[in-house]
């Protein structure tokens, strides 16, 4: 396939590999911040060909993992109750809140389907005019467009059973929460691609210039990952803290404004929570006032759930890269895919899922049982 | 249930008490329901090794018998339908015991309101299925449940079978230095049913592989008997029927990425939706498990077959990983193939 | 709002080109669930490949541009 199969190409990444290995004089810690990344990294054992030089490790990428435990609470009890259509993103399904999951209210009765795309539940909406019909609205910024067309959509056509309950979240913002601490060991960011096809890549030079770290915007596919990896090697050993754009395929500098301008409409930006890892300030979206109509919380009372964090857990250090899922005491052992105990096992997307099902082969002996 | 975790991490609900999809969806779930609820009931040392089919002694003859329930939803896709599926998928489970099928029955559960129609459809489809194998239904039942109790109509077909003097086919003969070989391309099937559900909207020319393999399996048997263990990867997929063979004979399984075949829509379907082929079901393809040196006649058997004619070998069983599978990437890196624990979901990111 | 069909591999679907008003038929788009976000600009995407040509690595040219993209009205 076109724009895919090229990048994937074996031999070109052999090269890739061989002039990063040739160009790292010393130890460099790396971190991705999109699952999407994470995933390619891992299936393909890229970190396997860098050698012992370049330590990747895995941020908080994945929006499924971090979205915070009230709001799956909000998500079930909406869903539990009688003839409301609940829609969401098929990772969204297994995901644990306190006391129960999406699949659960699902085998219990609910009325829980999964859509790929956001104008699924708009159809739905329409073709169901009884009933209410409300859509998860998950992600970081690269599903806000689509997000809030839905909402915009159905405010200009008057869908009134239509609502969504939103849970975005930044990934600058996250960034720097990461930067901020003390334990912090990543030395170059490979900023995630898609989020910066919509929102461009200012937003980093700011954290690139105060913090003295590279960043270099990379895709998804192997050989974007091994140039972007290649491009921050090379600004490390220069001494430079950059932001560089690898993807430049799909990404400019001021990203995709009618994209914004849509976002901007329907959404503000707030502090959010992000599970595992706590408040992080103005860092998710809600829908803005003039689209309360259409805002599952407020439609459905559920605004005074509340699910306080438990204060100590690794899942925070491996969203910010702090340990890696081997690390973790019960990783294969008690938390499994089938099992999961946090979020990042639960998300096909999650570190420690994307560990288990393609690198626990490599994992020291003894971690799992 | 005991509470497991000192280690406050958010959230251990403990394994459910209710059934949920992926019960059904032919990975781990699935293989912990038959282990948790049913094996210690049914008391069988037949059923214990859960193969896809029950081979039996019975005066003399070796006989095969199996049971599988369709659920399909829509029941009339590109390729086939429910009926069609319900002879195909019993007498290939037959056949991955090197059973010629003899005879099938067929037990219906109707929801009321279903269009007779509707049914009489199937019925042709499947009478048009069985008489082309040949294999004769001689047995059935229908009960009617109330509207809302079900998809409409499921169907299980039971099939008996004759297994050929000679032929033994068990994942317990699988050792290492056996070479896997794959009929055809994997993920037809289920892409092309999940391209006419109505959820994800999209469209293609892909049509269900849905076959019966017996033909195949014979043509296969004709040339070496030294042929291990046979399985169709449907429900999981091939990470699965990998899965559950490996798992079976303590062996570990490595394959190449490179070395499997998948159509282009399928490609487009699974990176459109964050799906990895692995894991979609096909109901037309085999997986076999060969003696080294009986390899390559096995595998020019099988591309002259109509259904093998895309036949490769895509892998070895090694001792090295034992119930593990792997897989080698083109980069040269390995990863494994997991048994999923319920249904592949798509991804968002 | 405007809709297209785009073609991933085997594969059509429907996606909104609100976002990418310029894009035409033939064009590659980056879909996210049923949205397009970018167009991939041809040129750029060589980029990779002019990279590695530094590093006297390739010889070959990728394949020509194939697919459709078929504009349904708005």
């Known amino acids: 396939m076109k724009y895919l199969d090229e990048y994937r190409d074996p031999a070109l990444a052999r090269r890739l590999v061989a002039e990063i290995r040739r160009s790292a004089t010393q130890p460099w810690v790396l971190m991705e911040i999109c699952g999407g990344q994470t995933h390619t990294l891992v299936k393909y054992g890229i970190e396997e060909l860098l050698g012992s030089r370049i330590e990747l490790v895995h941020g908080p990428g994945c929006p499924v993992c971090v979205t915070p435990l009230e709001i799956l609470d909000k998500a079930i009890a909406i869903a539990s109750i009688p003839r409301v259509i609940f829609v969401s993103y098929g990772d969204m399904l297994r995901v644990p809140g306190s006391h129960s999951d999406l699949f659960r209210v699902k085998a219990a009765g609910g009325d829980v389907r999964i859509a790929y795309s956001p104008m699924d539940a708009l159809r739905l909406a329409r073709e169901n005019p009884q009933r209410p019909v409300v859509f998860f609205a998950v992600g970081f910024e690269t599903t806000a467009p689509a997000n809030s067309t839905a909402v915009w959509q159905a405010k200009r056509e008057g869908l009134l059973n239509f609502s969504m309950l939103v849970s975005h979240v930044l990934v600058p913002p996250a960034i720097r929460l990461l930067l901020e601490q003390s334990a912090n060991r990543v030395q170059g960011f490979i900023a995630p691609g898609h989020v910066c096809t919509v929102m461009g890549y200012e937003e980093y030079e700011e954290l690139a210039a105060r913090y003295k770290v590279p960043f270099v915007v990379g895709g998804f596919e192997p050989l974007d990952l091994l140039e972007a990896i290649l491009l921050l090697v090379r600004q490390l050993e220069e001494g430079r803290a950059q932001v560089e754009n690898q993807y430049v395929r799909s990404v400019s500098r001021g990203g995709n404004e009618a994209a914004r301008r849509r976002m901007v409409e329907v959404f503000e930006v707030v502090d959010r929570n992000w599970r595992g890892i706590g408040p992080i300030a103005q860092s998710g979206y809600r829908l803005r006032p003039d689209y309360a109509a259409f805002d599952a919380e407020k439609v459905f009372g559920v605004e005074t759930i509340s699910a306080p964090e438990p204060p100590e857990c690794i899942s925070a250090l491996v969203l910010q890269g702090l340990k890696k899922p081997v690390d973790c005491p019960v990783f294969g052992s008690r938390c499994t895919p089938a099992t999961p105990m946090g979020a990042p096992m639960v998300s096909s997307e999650g570190a420690c899922a994307i560990y288990y099902q393609y690198r626990r082969h490599t994992a020291p002996a003894g971690a799992i049982t | 249930m005991s509470d497991p975790i000192q280690f406050t991490c958010p959230l251990p609900l403990a394994v459910g008490d209710r059934i949920v999809l992926g019960h059904g969806s032919g990975g781990r779930l699935s293989v912990e329901l038959l282990r948790d609820v049913f094996l210690p009931f049914f008391h069988s040392p037949i059923l214990n090794r859960l193969d896809d089919q029950a081979v039996f002694e019975f005066r003399g003859a070796r006989l095969a018998f199996t049971t599988d329930s369709f659920v399909v939803k829509p029941l009339f896709f590109r390729g086939g339908d429910i009926g069609s599926l319900a002879v195909h998928g019993t007498v290939n489970d037959l056949a991955m015991g090197g059973a010629t099928p003899l005879y099938l029955s067929a037990g219906f559960i109707l929801e009321e309101g279903l269009e007779i129609e509707t049914l009489r459809r199937v019925a042709e489809s499947m009478g048009r299925a069985a008489d082309d194998i040949p294999v004769e239904i001689v047995t059935g039942d229908t009960k009617v449940v109330e509207k809302g109790s079900g998809d409409g109509l499921f169907i299980n077909t039971t099939g008996i079978g004759l297994v050929p003097e000679g032929v033994r086919l068990s994942p317990t003969l699988v050792r290492p230095g056996d070479l896997v070989l794959l009929s055809g391309p994997i993920g037809d099937h289920g892409i092309a049913i999940l391209a006419e559900r109505e959820g994800l909207q999209f469209s293609t020319d892909l049509v269900s592989d849905c076959a019966p393999l017996h033909g195949l399996v014979a043509a296969m048997l004709a040339v070496s008997l030294d042929i291990r263990a046979m399985r169709d990867p449907t429900r999981g997929g091939l990470s699965s029927a990998l899965n559950e063979i490996a798992s079976r004979a303590q062996v570990g399984i490595t394959i190449e990425e490179s070395a499997i075949p998948v159509r282009e829509e399928v490609r487009g379907a699974c990176e459109m939706l964050g799906l990895d082929p692995l894991y979609v079901a096909n109901e037309g393809k085999l997986v076999a498990f060969v003696a080294p040196h009986a390899a390559e006649s096995v595998l020019a058997a099988m591309r002259r077959h109509p259904l093998g004619h895309d036949a490769v070998l895509i892998g070895t069983v090694t001792d090295t990983h034992p119930e593990l599978v792997l897989l080698r990437t083109p980069f040269g890196t390995t990863r494994i193939v997991d048994m999923l624990p319920g249904d592949q979901l798509p991804r968002i990111c | ?74």
């Open chain 3, 1 to 74: 709002m405007r809709f297209a069909t785009v073609r991933f591999g085997g594969v059509t679907r429907q996606a909104c080109l609100d976002f990418v008003p310029e894009a035409q038929c033939g064009d590659y788009v980056i879909v996210h669930v049923g949205f397009a976000i970018s167009r991939v600009d041809a040129e750029e995407a060589q980029r990779t490949y002019r990279l590695l040509e530094e590093m006297e690595a390739l010889e070959e040219e990728p394949g020509a541009l194939e697919a459709e993209l078929g504009k349904d009205g708005a």
